[in-house]
């Protein structure tokens, strides 16, 4: 369906990840191993952060990521210490600028890989369930962009994993009233520039792959004399859809049903539950 990755460590070139890599999400965006689609060609974005405290940068566009000669130009000259790009495959929702990922609120930015099965008969409902203050910020017709909204509505910016949290827990409550079995398949990512907040879920237990970075302490030792390890520091953290590069201890597979929260070098994973909200 789609594939993303996000970064926090030392400033690096946005290219560094996004076509330099072995498996690249520009080589992803062509010959994904391990996506529903090997093709993901209906859009990119990327996000970044710049100086602290800024809201972040989104340059999003409906080219093919392997066609798009700016994003090459973009990424060789962008530097930062936090980014998520995205490529996306559509699913039922049109090939357009302000359906592409990253979707952006504030300090916030939202990254996801999945779906909401039955989304046009869940949709009016979901959308009801909006913070009404947030509703006109709403700019596509995505599945996705509802999630990221229903989460700011239930407390995003304040407690991240238990927004996320009650965010499953309203889909599969509305989904359970309409009679729509197994309602949400989802790898999601969201992040305010400080932590990088990575979740592995679906109503099946069958999610997406997800993937995380292993210590780049521990890789610093093992390979002492690569320039894309060395680069990043050691407390640099990836989480991504599929790994970049064929590197032995490079990569853990995130498991079912988990939360992952990185900030500052340190990253923690806890049990993921959809919860409704009281």
């Known amino acids: ?35 529903a689609t090997t093709t993901n060609g209906d859009g990119f974005g990327i996000g970044w952060y710049g100086q602290p405290h800024e809201a972040p940068f989104l340059y999003r ?12 130009e973009a990424a060789r000259a962008i530097r930062s210490p936090l980014f998520i790009a995205h490529i996306r495959a559509a699913t039922e929702t ?15 930015l939202f990254a996801h890989n ?16 909006i913070d009404p203050a947030l509703f006109g910020a709403i ?24 927004a996320l949290e009650r965010m499953a827990g309203r889909i599969e409550q509305i989904a359970a009233g309409h009679g729509v079995e197994n309602p949400l398949n989802m790898t999601v990512c969201a992040t305010d ?13 069958q999610s997406r792959t997800l993937f995380h970075s292993t210590s780049f302490k521990h890789l610093h030792e093992l390979y002492p004399h690569d320039p894309r ?17 064929d590197l032995h ?10 939360a992952v929260v990185a900030r500052r070098g340190s990253i923690t994973q806890q049990a993921f539950a959809p919860r409704v909200r009281s």
């Not at 592409?100 to 300090?107: A, L, V």
């Open 193 to 205: 520039g400080e932590q990088v907040v990575a979740v592995r879920y679906s109503s099946e237990h």
């Open 94 to 108: 049109p090939v357009q600028e302000t359906n592409c990922h990253p979707f952006r609120h504030n300090r916030w």
């Open 114 to 129: 999945g779906l909401i099965r039955d989304f046009h008969a869940l949709r009016r409902d979901l959308m009801l369930s």
């Open 229 to 245: 390890i060395s680069a990043v520091g050691e407390d640099a953290f990836l989480v991504l859809s599929e790994p970049l590069v």
């Open 249 to 258: 201890d490079a990569w853990e597979a995130i498991p079912e049903s988990t």
């Open 61 to 72: 566009s409906v080219s093919p990521a392997w066609h798009d000669r700016n994003l090459r």
């Open 1 to 35: 369906m789609c594939r993303w990755l996000a970064y926090t460590g030392n400033p690096i070139q946005l290219e560094t990840v996004v076509f330099r890599a072995k498996h690249s999400l520009i080589d992803q965006s062509l010959h994904s191993r391990m996506g």
């Open 139 to 162: 700019e596509g017709s995505t599945d996705s962009e509802v999630m990221f909204y229903l989460a700011l509505t239930y407390g995003l910016e304040q407690q991240p994993v238990a």
